[in-house]
């Protein structure tokens, strides 16, 4: 079932690599990976309500028309208001506009969140080669962790 109510508003900020230092705290503090945040080549952004509230984080790895949706993190106290939705709403508007055709993801903890936002569990080798061989796919998530993919529109 699809989530269908109205999403808060929450404004996305890009961050650069040299100030990604709360992403890696609000990742470590919620037990999700944080080890490869600062590499040059991720794309990272904090999210804010309209009056500049931090609420959360969130990134994209791009591997030419696919995405890897990376690093959703609400900030605890902020939890089950829909800004966890409007984040990955927003990261798919940045996906697009990136050229990318399919957002993926891993999860260890959240399927059901993500199937509620249009997102459908596949077999681990769905997932197209250049996200295999990420760090985020090989390395950092474990193999347990439930592979989910969204086309774009």
Same mark, same amino acid.
């Given at each position: 079932?699809?989530?269908?109510?109205?999403?808060?508003r929450?404004s996305?900020?890009?961050?650069?690599?040299w100030?990604r230092?709360g992403?890696?705290a609000? *990742?470590?503090?919620?037990?999700? !990976?944080?080890?490869?945040?600062?590499a040059?080549?991720?794309l990272f952004?904090?999210?804010?309500?309209?009056?500049?509230?931090l609420?959360?984080?969130?990134g994209?790895?791009?591997?030419?028309a696919?995405?890897l949706?990376?690093?959703?993190v609400?900030?605890p106290?902020l939890?089950?208001?829909g800004i966890?939705?409007a984040?990955?709403?927003? *990261?798919?508007v940045?996906?697009?506009?990136?050229g990318?055709?399919?957002?993926w993801?891993?999860?260890?903890?959240?399927?059901?969140?993500?199937?509620? *936002?249009g997102?459908?569990a596949?077999?681990?080798?769905a997932a !197209?080669? !250049?996200?295999?061989?990420?760090?985020?796919?090989s390395? *950092?998530?474990?193999a347990?962790?439930a592979?989910?993919?969204k !086309?774009l529109?």
């Open positions: 079932m699809k989530r269908t109510a109205k999403l808060p929450v996305a900020i890009p961050l650069a690599s100030e230092d992403v890696v609000a *990742l470590r503090k919620v037990g999700l !990976p944080a080890d490869d945040v600062e040059p080549d991720r952004w904090r999210f804010e309500t309209a009056d500049v509230v609420v959360g984080y969130g994209l790895e791009l591997y030419g696919d995405a949706l990376r690093s959703l609400t900030l106290p939890r089950r208001r966890g939705a984040i990955v709403a927003n *990261l798919e940045e996906a697009r506009a990136l990318c055709r399919t957002v993801l891993l999860t260890t903890t959240a399927a059901e969140f993500f199937a509620e *936002l997102y459908a596949c077999e681990r080798s !197209p080669e !250049p996200i295999r061989r990420s760090r985020q796919f390395e *950092l998530c474990p347990a962790a592979l989910m993919k !086309p529109d």
